[in-house]
């Protein structure tokens, strides 16, 4: 199992961007995917989740700026930000929770990370 992400970048204050995470693999079933972050010198942090049924969940600080989707068909978890703010700089990790083929229970997959700067 791969999990690809893109869309991450250097943007203005106030800007937007989209980030694009697909699994690929031997996938049976993905039950929730999720956006993480991780600023120099911090932990990583949840920034949003969705579930199979579509129900979100957002850190307090981008609620009204972030919107998690997902494509099932697709595989793939998209994150909306708007009104970027220089504290949204970080590396943004995908997570997602699924099963495969031939594999009892669920396993947790990361993403590489992709690198969003908000800089003037």
């Known amino acids: 199992v791969q999990l690809v992400e893109s869309g991450g970048g250097l943007v203005q204050p106030g800007g937007s961007l989209r980030l694009s995470c697909e699994a690929s693999?031997?996938?049976?079933?993905?039950?929730?995917m999720g956006w993480y972050r991780q600023a120099p010198g911090k932990q990583r942090e949840l920034v949003a989740t969705i579930t199979m049924a579509g129900a979100t969940n957002y850190a307090d600080s981008v609620k009204g700026r972030f919107t998690i989707s997902r494509d099932n068909a697709k595989k793939t978890v998209y994150l909306q930000i708007n009104t970027l703010k220089t504290e949204d700089t970080a590396v943004y990790y995908c997570?997602?929770?699924?099963?495969?083929?031939?594999?009892?229970?669920?396993?947790?997959?990361w993403g590489q990370g992709t690198q969003v700067t908000v800089s003037s």
């Open positions: 693999g031997s996938i049976a079933w993905i039950n929730a």
């Open positions: 997570n997602v929770d699924l099963m495969e083929f031939g594999i009892p229970g669920s396993r947790d997959y």
